[in-house]
């Protein structure tokens, strides 16, 4: 797989806003189709027999996240860049986020999910997101090797990537050499105790990277922060099959707007009007402190709509992916 093929980017909320026009030209369950489909793409690359090997040299968001993060060899660039900010737009992290990032060192997957934070592709080899880093000049002859490996044997494939591979340092202002801090406020159990102590931490210093976490998430839905902390917690448990499951269920629901427009209020604004924040302060709720336990809840029971029914995945063996720092 080569997601990004000649372009800077892959996947980046073009799959979102297709979405959106088909449910409002129609009916949310056109949506839920479409979302059904990706899904279970994902999970089909993700417990394929064959190795998939991802060359990610440009912008990966969302539905390319889901489609290269379940490969089961993540190579990065110089170009690459991640990124989970799905809450900006009243959607939570999906494609298995709260399988793959609930996997990365200490709380570093909340980190990324909460804030939307980006990284380099120094940084996904640094915390275990990629697996192999290589400079993007040298993309063309690893192609052409992998194109003569005659074997699916996964370290026969793994010793071609890495006879192409680059060494990497991070650099000085990196998020990942934060991850003691982060572990420390991203950790706690509530959206509102992770802000609280995110501004603590501010007001003391090494401070820019922390102004940019609590503005992110001051901006974004609040409905969505809090749905995506249980579902991370809840994700280090879980399977991938059941995460994906998961993710269905929750984003049914905002599709269908079940409990609040966010979603579409969030797409609207940053995504089809590109104003950056949706007008009015239109989340609804507008506050953390508005949103309930019981309210999130909902968000993880099933749809109660006659067009609905749960994501039925294949029975397929999940292979083990590993998401470890490369440090």
């Not at 090797?145 to 699916?152: C, G, I, P, T």
């Not at 099959?241 to 905002?254: A, E, K």
Request: hydrophobic share 40%; net charge neutral.
């Amino acid at each position: 797989m080569d997601p990004t093929g000649k372009g800077k980017a892959f996947c980046a909320g073009g799959d979102v806003v297709g979405m959106v026009f088909t449910i409002n030209e129609g009916h949310w369950s056109f949506g839920a189709g479409f979302y059904k489909k990706q899904l279970t793409l994902d999970y089909m690359l993700a417990t394929s027999r064959k190795p998939l090997v991802s060359l990610i040299n440009g912008v990966v968001m969302g539905g390319g996240a889901g489609l290269s993060m379940n490969s089961m060899f993540r190579v990065v660039t110089e170009n690459t860049v991640f990124a989970m900010p799905e809450a900006q737009i009243g959607l939570i992290p999906d494609v298995g986020a709260s399988y793959f990032l609930s996997r990365l060192p200490g709380f570093f997957g909340e980190y990324l999910g909460l804030t939307g934070g980006r990284l380099n592709g120094t940084e996904m080899l640094a915390c275990g997101l990629a697996t192999h880093f290589v400079l993007s000049k040298d993309l063309p002859l690893l192609e052409k090797a992998l194109s003569e490996v005659a074997s699916w044997d996964e370290s026969t494939i793994s010793r071609v990537i890495n006879g192409f591979s680059s060494k990497i340092s991070l650099k000085k202002d990196s998020a990942f050499r934060r991850l003691e801090t982060i572990n420390k406020c991203f950790s706690r159990k509530t959206v509102e105790e992770i802000l609280s102590i995110l501004e603590n931490e501010a007001a003391n210093g090494d401070n820019k990277w922390l102004i940019r976490a609590i503005s992110s998430m001051k901006s974004a839905s609040p409905t969505s922060l809090k749905i995506f902390l249980k579902s991370i917690r809840e994700g280090r448990t879980k399977e991938l099959n059941d995460c994906l499951s998961q993710d269905y269920t929750i984003t049914c629901h905002m599709i269908r707007r079940s409990f609040n427009p966010d979603f579409f209020e969030g797409t609207k604004a940053k995504l089809l009007e590109k104003d950056k924040q949706p007008k009015g302060n239109s989340w609804e709720p507008s506050r953390l402190e508005l949103v309930s336990d019981e309210f999130v809840d909902q968000y993880f029971e099933e749809v109660d709509d006659d067009d609905w029914e749960y994501l039925q995945l294949p029975d397929r063996p999940n292979l083990a992916k590993t998401w470890k720092s490369k440090l």
